[in-house]
């Protein structure tokens, strides 16, 4: 199946700073990708379909100009937490499809955002 | 209203046996598919076993089998022989739409525990 590579695993920043997450598609090249956010003890909420060479679709509540998307290429799109506060601590976890509707989403391995 | 219910916010299984985790879905689409993961505590998202809404047997993969019943709207996860490494979150998760371009909506999630 599709290997997706996420960097970093965690992060600690300080209040006010951005912070850029890396998605890669090892070895399929994505039209598509998803980013979702987990807090703790919770179910994975989507933020937003990354597409490639075009804008990203946020969801409802989700600052587009807080969380910055960018799919530059079919292998890697990324997400910046722009002015990072400490309720944005959380875990975001990025996916891929191979696009046919029975596959299933291939995740990254996530990364811990913690904004003290 | 919610997509995706999992009404077990916990649940625990001796070594060995059996155990069915509960996932009911609410869905007008005629076409959609049903998916299970596994969340371990390292955070990895970990795709276990699909359902297509067309398909007429349950799906099966090894020791995970699906038990789905179409005009309840359930799909359970029945995990057989449990084993210690089987401890972690479960979430059922739904793709509406004949596209694996459209994101998994997700459940709030099961904590399986297994008791040696």
């Known amino acids: 199946g599709a290997v997706v590579s996420q960097h970093p695993s965690w992060v600690i920043c300080k209040s006010g700073t951005s912070v850029k997450i890396e998605c890669r598609s090892l070895d399929f090249q994505a039209t598509t990708m998803f980013w979702y956010r987990q807090f703790p003890k919770q179910s994975l909420m989507l933020m937003a379909t990354s597409n490639e060479g075009s804008k990203a679709t946020y969801e409802q509540g989700v600052e587009k100009d807080k969380f910055l998307i960018n799919h530059a290429s079919l292998t890697l799109s990324t997400l910046t937490v722009t002015s990072a506060h400490p309720e944005d601590s959380s875990f975001y976890i990025c996916s891929v499809s191979r696009g046919s509707k029975n596959s299933p989403l291939h995740f990254g391995n996530g990364t811990r955002l913690t904004v003290t | 209203a919610q997509k995706i219910t999992q009404t077990q916010p916990g649940m625990f299984v001796q070594e060995k046996e059996a155990v069915t985790l509960d996932c009911t879905y609410d869905?007008?689409?005629?076409?959609?598919?049903l998916f299970w993961y596994k969340q371990p505590s390292s955070g990895e998202m970990i795709f276990l076993i699909y359902?297509?809404?067309?398909?007429?047997q349950n799906a099966t993969e090894g020791r995970y089998s699906l038990n789905f019943q179409k005009a309840r709207k359930s799909a359970n996860l029945v995990i057989s022989a449990s084993q210690l490494g089987d401890s972690a979150m479960y979430f059922c998760?739904?793709?509406?739409?004949?596209?694996?371009?459209?994101?998994?909506?997700f459940g709030k999630g099961t904590r399986l525990s297994v008791i040696a």
């Open positions: 359902q297509g809404s067309y398909d007429q």
């Open positions: 998760a739904m793709r509406e739409a004949n596209s694996g371009n459209t994101p998994l909506v």
């Open positions: 869905t007008s689409d005629p076409s959609y598919g």
